[in-house]
T-cell receptor
């Protein structure tokens, strides 16, 4: 595709539900990033993949957050037992190379936990 | 830990006036610096980037930014603002050795009056 796509664009979950957010990066991009953007804040790093390898997950806020990229392309961010504080926009970005490269962002998934 | 400060939360300028958005980053040997723009409900669009070389970089939509290592700053400028520039602007920094993970500032909301 022409850009990074994310689905769903909006997700409403009841507290305690599990959710899965999908990211389709630009074809051929090696690196994939997930960021969390709370209301009125800048994006904050969650995790990073180089191809299928998750090289950095230091930003995941708890063990309820899990991300995967099994074939080195599409990635899924899963949140188990959602809490109200998980409400945010989740942004996915991809970049062509592994290091020092600009990141292209998707439109984000807005998650609201009731 | 790396950090980015955008001291202006909200700025209002008249259409046709000049603009400068401030950005300061925490000390780092070789920072990579970016400015992104985000319109409501949209993802982040890259305006410009600095990796090395000329400290004055040109971007899209008539924006430019100047890297000043001595001041740890990367301020964004535009000589004449258009109403369509109203959006949220984010400065971001990455460093070698961090696999291009970006740290963002909290953003500056630009309002343009006609």
């Amino acid at each position: 595709g022409a850009g990074v796509s994310q689905s769903p664009r909006y997700k409403v979950a009841k507290r305690g539900q599990d959710v899965a957010l999908r990211c389709d990066p630009i074809s051929g991009h090696v690196s994939l990033f997930w960021y969390q953007q709370a209301l009125g804040q800048g994006p904050e790093f969650l995790t990073y993949f180089q191809n299928e390898a998750q090289l950095d997950k230091s930003g995941l806020p708890s063990d309820r957050f899990f991300a995967e990229r099994p074939e080195g392309s599409v990635s899924t961010l899963k949140i188990q037992r959602t809490q109200q504080e998980d409400s945010a926009v989740y942004l996915c970005a991809s970049s062509l190379r592994a290091f020092a490269n600009e990141q292209f962002f998707g439109p984000g998934t807005r998650l609201t936990v009731l | 830990a790396q950090s980015v400060t955008q001291p202006d939360i909200h700025i209002t300028v008249s259409e046709g006036a000049s603009l400068e958005l401030r950005c300061n980053y925490s000390y780092g040997a070789t920072p990579y610096l970016f400015w992104y723009v985000q319109s409501p409900g949209q993802g982040l669009q890259l305006l410009l980037k600095y990796f090395s070389g000329d400290t004055l970089v040109q971007g899209i939509k008539g924006f430019e930014a100047e890297f000043k290592r001595s001041q740890s700053s990367f301020n964004l400028r535009k000589p004449s603002v258009h109403w369509s520039d109203a959006a949220e602007y984010f400065c971001a920094v990455g460093y070698t050795g961090t696999a291009s993970k970006l740290t963002f500032g909290t953003g500056t909301r630009l309002q343009v009056t006609l």
